[in-house]
T-cell receptor, first 113, second 117 residues
Framework: DAGITQSPRHKVTETGTPVTLRCHQTENHRYMYWYRQDPGHGLRLIHYSYGVKDTDKGEVSDGYSVSRSKTEDFLLTLESATSSQTSVYFC????????????FGSGTQLSVL | GESVGLHLPTLSVQEGDNSIINCAYSNSASDYFIWYKQESGKGPQFIIDIRSNMDKRQGQRVTVLLNKTVKHLSLQIAATQPGDSAVYFCAENLANAGGTSYGKLTFGQGTILTVHP
């Protein structure tokens, strides 16, 4: 998966607990993204980063925050997990901005009970 | 915002047949399109892309056709194999809509392709 590692691969947590998902890349790509995938909705962008410490919101950013302190790592945090955040989360990277294909990680299956 | 949709949610073919997966898009300003393949338990895998200044692009056993007049995109897979069984997504990117788009793709729902041996 293009040098992208997501961790953990699976997580079960309780409502109200904080959760952090990690994406690590070895491609030295500038752009990183977090998507969630749900039946009936397809892939939807949560947050993205266009450089170290440079992030912005996607279409479904409520309830999520991100951080990027190093080129290779992009963290997604659910401050207080809710059942509606049960989903499969995918990290993606791209080399340049706009009109550029994304490479995806293997995903994290998150269940919030 | 505008979204990408699919005509057929499922497609079943026999091994060796050609497959055609269709996609309709509604944003006439989109200028870049991508097809992804997703196998069970894995992330989407890039197949082929096409820019709006092209009508056709070919890869290894795959061809993407773009009809801007009717805003339609299709993926053709030649000599379909059981390993091609997966969900196929089309995605569009609207470049420079008030700035850069940073690869913020809009994905369709996906078509399930099943190849019978």
């Amino acid at each position: 998966d293009a040098g992208i590692t997501q961790s953990p691969r699976h997580k079960v947590t309780e409502t109200g607990t904080p959760v952090t998902l990690r994406c690590h890349q070895t491609e030295n790509h500038r752009y990183m993204y977090w998507y969630r995938q749900d039946p009936g909705h397809g892939l939807r962008l949560i947050h993205y980063s266009y450089g170290v410490k440079d992030t912005d919101k996607g279409e479904v950013s409520d309830g999520y925050s991100v951080s990027r302190s190093k080129t290779e790592d992009f963290l997604l945090t659910l401050e207080s997990a809710t059942s509606s955040q049960t989903s499969v989360y995918f990290c993606a990277i791209s080399e340049s901005a706009g009109n550029e294909k994304l490479f995806f990680g293997s995903g994290t299956q998150l269940s919030v009970l | 915002g505008e979204s990408v949709g699919l005509h057929l949610p499922t497609l079943s073919v026999q091994e060796g047949d050609n497959s055609i997966i269709n996609c309709a898009y509604s944003n006439s300003a989109s200028d870049y399109f991508i097809w992804y393949k997703q196998e069970s338990g894995k992330g989407p895998q890039f197949i082929i892309d096409i820019r709006s200044n092209m009508d056709k692009r070919q890869g290894q056993r795959v061809t993407v056709l773009l009809n801007k007049t009717v805003k339609h995109l299709s993926l053709q897979i030649a000599a379909t194999q059981p390993g091609d069984s997966a969900v196929y997504f089309c995605a569009e990117n609207l470049a420079n809509a008030g700035g850069t788009s940073y690869g913020k793709l809009t994905f369709g729902q996906g078509t399930i392709l099943t190849v019978h041996p």
